[in-house]
Each structure stands twice: as C-alpha cells, then as structure tokens.
C-alpha cells in the first residue's frame, strides 16, 4: 500500500536548514530578478493604484512560462493605454472592443472585460486598492475565515456576468493553493525587498501564506517540509507552518529559496534530503 504522505523532516531539525534557505534567497530576491518575472509590472509605473492593478493582472495570470505572462500582460497595459487606473476607473460597455482578440490560457477578452467592471465597481467605492483589502482583511478577521475565500466573496458581489470569470480568482475554501493571489499579496505587502514593493501596508508580513507552485512544492518535499502530496491549500497551510519556525514575521520570503533552488540548478547538501531528488509532486 502506498504512504498517503511523504517522509517530513523532525520539527528540531527545521533550523538547521535556515542558513542554507537564507543563503538562497539573498542569490534569488536580487534586482536582476524583476525584468525576468511579471512582479516587473508594479516597477514600470509611479502611480500606486496603476502599479496595484498591473500587479493584480499579472498576478492572475502568472499561468505558464513567465516570458510568456510578461508578453500577454504587456499587450494587455498596451490596450489600457498604460494607464489602468483611469483605464479600470472609467471603463464602460462601449470600451469592450479595445479587448477584442485578447487571450491568454483561458483567459477571453470577455472575461477580462467582467474583471475590469468588478475591479471598476471597486474603485469607485473605495478609491484604492488598498482600502478593499483592509475591509475584505478585517471581515476575514471578524468572521474567523481565510483571507482569500473572502475576497472572493467580495470581488464577485454584483457580478452581472458569466459565472465563468470566478475561476480566475482563487478560494481557499474550495481547498485551491491561491497561489496567484499570495503570490500578488507577496510582491505587494513585504516591506524592505529588491524585488517585492511594499505598496500596501493592511497586513503584516507575517500573515503571508507561502505562493506554492509545482516547482516550490517539489523541493519543499525533497527537504522534508512538505509531506502532502496534494498541492491544495491544506499543503500551502502545512509547508507556511514550517517556515514560520524559521522566520515568523516573514515566512513568504522563503518563496525565493525554494524557488531558485530549482532555476539556479543548486545542489542540495546530501545531508538535507529527506526525499529523494526528482520526487513528482
């Protein structure tokens, strides 16, 4: 019968894997990083509401090969005239066609359109970005439920269109990783980063859940940090408890190491590996 789980590593070990992982990410979290991953759309524009919603559009559809997400969210700020804010902000029915033939996975020109008349609908109540995520942050709070299933609550109150355009919007409470979106909350809310911007400050650092993909969740198992074998929310819950132990205030920036540990090709120290290299996810 096969292990319902892989092998983790001892809770008293975790430590000794935090000089390595620190290491990492002072090589990935670099300057040189940001023209090479869709996190450059919040560095191309000075106005913060231009810069969140850029951010947001590549943060959804950071979906594939990143050459690729950087391509298509180009053309998408291209036909926004490179101003979001007053493109999203003043959006109307007949500004449709300047969408026409956009597509990106499966992601349709329609489904950007009802995107844009929620993120619209949100400005015009709140002004900024920013203040409906302190309020979806401070309902989550007093209802007792997580950050994203919230949002997604919200972002979709009043949606007039197909029931399709959810999916691009993830929930924690249909058990996704919400990868996109912590991966957004990632560039967005740590402070004090190369890479990362800061531009909103309604939550601490230390509530960021770690951005888990195919490539972070592999290496989480091959050192033990992850013995799900599902990349689910409950997996993002268990690997983000475990960073915790090395950095509470700032368990997201781990993202980096167990990220570039695959892209920079490093070499693991043998005395690490709790699962064999290679482990399919």
């Known amino acids: 019968m096969r292990a319902s789980r892989h092998r983790t590593i001892a809770i008293k070990r975790i430590p ?15 300057p040189e990083y940001i023209d090479k991953d869709p996190v450059c759309f919040l560095h191309v524009y000075e106005d913060k509401q231009d810069r969140l919603l850029a951010g947001f559009f590549a943060a959804i559809m950071a979906w594939g090969r990143r050459d690729i997400v950087i391509n298509k969210v180009h053309d998408l700020m291209q036909r ?6 007053g493109f999203i902000g003043n959006y109307s029915e007949n500004e449709m066609d300047t969408l026409h033939g956009f597509k990106h996975r499966t ?12 993120l619209r609908n949100i400005l015009q109540k709140y002004g900024d970005f920013e ?9 989550a709070i007093e209802q007792k439920r997580e950050l994203i299933a919230v ?10 269109g197909p029931e399709r355009v959810r999916k691009h919007v993830a929930n ?14 990632r560039w967005t809310v740590r402070q004090n980063s190369c890479v990362d911007t800061g531009l909103m400050s309604f939550m601490p650092a230390s509530e960021l859940m770690i951005p888990l993909d195919v490539h972070v969740a592999r290496q989480a198992r091959i050192l033990g940090l992850l013995g799900r074998k ?49 482990l399919l996810t």
């Open 16 to 30: 000794e894997l935090q000089p390595f992982l620190d290491d990492m990410v002072k090589k990935v979290e670099v």
């Open 80 to 85: 926004m005239g490179h101003n979001p804010a």
């Open 107 to 118: 992601f349709t020109a329609g489904d950007v359109h009802q995107l844009i008349i929620q």
């Open 131 to 139: 203040e409906f995520w302190k309020d979806v942050r401070q309902q």
């Open 151 to 160: 949002f997604h609550k919200r972002f979709f109150e009043g949606l007039s």
């Open 172 to 185: 924690s409470e249909k058990n996704s990783s919400c990868k996109r979106l912590y991966l957004y909350l």
């Open 230 to 278: 599902q990349n689910d929310w409950k997996a993002v819950v268990e690997l983000t408890e475990k960073l915790r132990l090395l950095d509470p205030a700032d368990p997201a920036k781990y993202d980096y190491a167990l990220f570039g540990i695959g892209v920079l090709k490093e070499a693991l120290p043998e005395e690490f590996i709790v699962n064999k290299r290679g």
